[in-house]
């Protein structure tokens, strides 16, 4: 007797109420100009995703095993959207997946960003925010040096370096960090690293945010 296959993942929306009174800071192309924020829609039809040969082998499953199976679904600019499902059903394998973190060969399906096909030539810190469960940090250096040198670093162009300080600051208060930005990284709790990881990538102010794990 086989066990049964865990259920598939399913969407939930809601209109997003955070940072309704807050400035989510400035948005730059790669010649430095400030553009305007809107997201955008993510869209992804009968995704599928199989695991590599070498970690399929490694559970001793077939080689075909597919941890997604024909997934659909609509990500609506402005919306906070949720993947539920039980352990092992395949969520976080569909955000790496609609991020274009999984290969091409690994997968099939179609992913589609405002209606243009997913790029994965484009670097993933430009396409989208992602925060995965597991994060590292500089111990060392304090959440003020971790976000500014994050935004630094996304800076693809000299005129983009005015606009660090602000969002720097900005995502400080987003995300409730503004009492702990002289604090270094090795002392914070869990929850503060959390918070932390998430404004790591919300800092150069994506059009879209992946969390696998927010809690």
Not at 13 to 31: H, I, K, M, Y
Not at 83 to 109: E, F, P, Y
Not at 145 to 151: G, Q, R
Not at 177 to 195: M, W
Request: charged fraction near 20%; include cysteine.
């Amino acid at each position: 007797i086989f066990p049964r296959a865990p259920p598939e993942p399913v969407v939930f929306a809601r209109e997003s109420s955070v940072a309704s009174d807050l400035n989510l800071g400035v948005s730059t192309s790669a010649t430095g100009e400030k553009i305007a924020l809107s997201g955008f829609n993510v869209a992804f039809e009968n995704v599928s995703v199989g695991l590599p040969s070498t970690e399929a082998k490694r559970r001793n499953l077939p080689t075909d095993h597919l941890v997604v199976k024909d997934a659909s679904g609509l990500f609506v600019r402005g919306d906070f959207s949720v993947i539920m499902g039980n352990d092992k059903c395949g969520k976080k394998a569909l955000l790496h997946a609609l991020a274009g973190n999984v290969k091409a060969t690994s997968m099939t399906g179609s992913i589609y960003y405002d209606g243009q096909p997913l790029n994965r030539d484009v670097p993933k810190w430009i396409r989208c925010g992602f925060v995965d469960d597991e994060n590292y940090f500089h111990r060392d250096i304090t959440v003020l040096e971790t976000l500014t040198f994050a935004m630094q670093l996304r800076c693809t162009a000299l005129q983009a370096l005015n606009y660090v300080e602000d969002n720097v600051s900005s995502t400080l208060d987003i995300l409730e960090l503004r009492h702990l930005q002289d604090v270094r990284t090795k002392h914070l709790t869990d929850g503060e690293l959390k918070r932390l990881a998430i404004a790591i990538q919300v800092v150069n102010v994506p059009q879209v945010l992946f969390v696998t794990d927010p809690t």
